[in-house]
């Protein structure tokens, strides 16, 4: 009878430890978490405080119980395991409750103990009324000061998917809220142009940002916290990202990576290969720039679950790695990525891409209730290759950033896009999907019919030709930018510079294809910039 211990719970060790019973009947499956709870949606605590899950029994996956009545599975809450005797092949656990310790011997051993929030050291992070969101418990203490202070306003400290969240359920509550951000932007792993309609539509919301503000502490003064000594508020929530829990792992002996989690192979075997490890707490493989990274997501983290169980059951399964899929919701709007940013292709030193923006409507503009996407694709040249896709909108962002990711997990290309056959009704789609565009204007790219600029990396004495109409052009337009409207193009000719590039923009960028594809069959040098007027207003 094989024995399994796995440490610690929700996502990744829950997975694994039901994937095991599944593939082995016979083995003794031991759960220890050292929190009340061992599988809960930690993805739905914002919602919950903000009241959108009105009731915490929803937030509750499965209870020690259901564990041994369904899978026969020992689960052992409020018990942490302390420590590892690689050689002796045990593992010493302590009763939060008591403080009993006792030791366990296993066959495998699973470590699941996820990621802790960023705490850093600065002064009054440990008052009451500043908080950190990873559990129920963390809920219930931060709706509990709310209720028992009355609370107007709240701080939060951080822009990524905690921090967003959190201001939006704030609002929802109907408190004031700023928001500190270290940085010029949110969603810092997102391409800085992709998150500017973002911060008009927090602002439009109600949310004060301010960027470039670093938190340097929190004092009390009378009944009210202060942050930063300025910012007089109820109540802070610390969003500034998350570490993985590795001090078991390297109390152990257990090799780290170069960014601070678990070092794992394909089959998440740890350096010892008796030892496991999943979810937030390991590095994975980044199969977009081929580095290691840290990525807390809870789908990874599902699937590593299942690969150990499947290595440990005797099957040959390894993780592919990850491509970095994730939406995040923040009132009507979503803001989606999958595969590489410009960001992370840059830091791993890869510059052979091109990239394509483009504003369609959702569906069909005839239909009502069009809504305007913003996507951002990203190709490696000359092969086509979809290396990543950036989407921002108030509706079917999840959908366009789903096909993608499939696609790009089968080394998709931009001629795949091209092809794509995806729904169409006009309550839904067009007959020329948003996704095939990407893939049209990326493929006339590559095959020589569509020159590309970018607004970012134009020459200081670029000639740039705007071809909307007048009216357009009077509204605003780019410094130096010469207007000839695209109807009036073939007749104005000669009024063109012939021996330099023409960098040619639009709104959007439709009529900039019409004009370029003039301009080359007449001899110019022509340019599409891509994404037209409404890309120019993106940029930071």
């Known amino acids: 009878m094989k024995k399994v211990i796995i440490v610690g719970g929700v996502a990744g060790g829950a997975s694994c430890a039901a994937r095991l019973r599944r593939l082995d009947e016979q083995a003794r499956i031991t759960i220890y978490d050292r929190g009340p709870f061992v599988s809960f949606a930690n993805c739905g605590l914002p919602y919950h405080v903000g009241g959108v899950i009105p009731n915490e029994a929803s937030l509750l996956l499965a209870s020690p119980q259901l564990f041994h009545d369904r899978f026969r599975i020992d689960v052992l809450v409020y018990h942490e395991v302390v420590s590892i005797q690689r050689e002796a092949k045990t593992v010493t656990v302590r009763n939060v409750l008591t403080g009993e310790q006792f030791d366990d011997t296993y066959d495998s051993l699973v470590l699941s103990p996820g990621a802790a929030p960023l705490k850093p050291e600065l002064p009054g992070l440990d008052l009451p009324g500043v908080f950190t969101v990873r559990s129920i418990p963390d809920t219930r203490d931060i709706r509990g000061w709310i209720a028992k202070t009355n609370a107007k306003h709240a701080v939060v400290a951080g822009g990524g998917f905690i921090g967003l969240e959190m201001a939006e359920n704030l609002r929802h509550l109907g408190l004031e809220v700023t928001l500190v951000q270290n940085g010029p932007q949110v969603m810092i792993s997102m391409d800085a142009e992709m998150v500017a309609p973002l911060?008009?539509?927090?602002?439009?919301?109600?949310?004060?940002?301010?960027?470039?503000?670093?938190?340097?502490?929190?004092?009390?003064?009378?009944?009210?916290?202060?942050?930063?000594?300025?910012?007089?508020?109820?109540?802070?929530?610390?969003?500034?990202?998350?570490?993985?829990?590795?001090?078991?792992?390297?109390?152990?002996?257990?090799?780290?990576?170069?960014?601070?989690?678990?070092?794992?192979?394909?089959?998440?075997?740890?350096?010892?290969?008796?030892?496991?490890?999943?979810?937030?707490?390991?590095?994975?493989?980044?199969?977009?720039?081929?580095t290691d990274i840290l990525l807390a997501l809870a789908g990874p983290a599902n699937r590593q679950g299942r690969i150990a169980a499947d290595v440990i059951a005797g099957r040959d399964s390894s993780f592919r790695g990850v491509q970095g899929t994730a939406i995040c919701g923040l009132f009507d709007f979503a803001i989606a990525q999958t595969g590489a940013t410009e960001k992370s292709l840059k830091r791993a030193g890869i510059s052979n891409y091109e990239k394509v923006y483009l504003h369609p409507k959702h569906h069909v503009g005839y239909y009502p209730g069009a809504q305007t996407l913003h996507l951002k694709l990203i190709f490696s040249k000359p092969?086509?290759?979809?290396?990543?896709?950036?989407?921002?909108?108030?509706?079917?962002?999840?959908?366009?950033?789903?096909?993608?990711?499939?696609?790009?997990?089968?080394?998709?290309?931009?001629?795949?896009?091209?092809?794509?056959?995806?729904?169409?009704?006009?309550?839904?789609?067009?007959?020329?999907?948003?996704?095939?565009?990407?893939?049209?204007?990326?493929?006339?790219?590559?095959?020589?019919?569509?020159?590309?600029?970018?607004?970012?990396?134009?020459?200081?004495?670029?000639?740039?030709?705007?071809?909307?109409?007048?009216?357009?052009?009077?509204?605003?337009?780019?410094?130096?930018?010469?207007?000839?409207?695209?109807?009036?193009?073939?007749?104005?000719?000669?009024?063109?510079?012939?021996?330099?590039?023409?960098?040619?923009?639009?709104?959007?960028?439709?009529?900039?294809?019409?004009?370029?594809?003039?301009?080359?069959?007449?001899?110019f040098d022509a340019r599409d910039i891509s994404g037209g007027w409404i890309t120019a207003g993106m940029m930071p």
């Open 199 to 290: 911060h008009t539509h927090l602002e439009k919301n109600g949310i004060q940002l301010l960027l470039n503000t670093a938190l340097t502490g929190v004092s009390q003064r009378g009944d009210l916290l202060v942050v930063n000594d300025n910012l007089e508020t109820d109540l802070v929530i610390l969003g500034l990202g998350v570490r993985p829990e590795t001090s078991l792992a390297k109390a152990a002996g257990l090799t780290l990576g170069k960014r601070g989690g678990i070092d794992v192979d394909s089959q998440m075997r740890t350096s010892d290969p008796t030892i496991f490890a999943i979810g937030d707490a390991v590095e994975v493989h980044d199969l977009l720039t081929d």
């Open 383 to 523: 092969d086509g290759r979809i290396l990543g896709m950036q989407a921002i909108g108030t509706t079917d962002v999840a959908r366009k950033v789903d096909v993608v990711s499939a696609l790009i997990q089968k080394n998709g290309t931009v001629f795949d896009l091209e092809e794509a056959e995806l729904c169409y009704a006009p309550q839904f789609g067009a007959a020329k999907d948003a996704l095939n565009y990407a893939g049209f204007i990326a493929a006339n790219h590559l095959r020589g019919d569509l020159p590309l600029s970018q607004w970012n990396a134009l020459p200081a004495d670029a000639f740039i030709l705007d071809v909307r109409d007048e009216d357009e052009f009077t509204e605003g337009h780019a410094s130096g930018a010469v207007n000839v409207p695209l109807p009036q193009l073939r007749d104005r000719l000669s009024e063109l510079p012939e021996n330099e590039a023409l960098h040619v923009y639009c709104g959007v960028g439709q009529r900039a294809y019409y004009a370029v594809r003039i301009l080359m069959q007449h001899g």
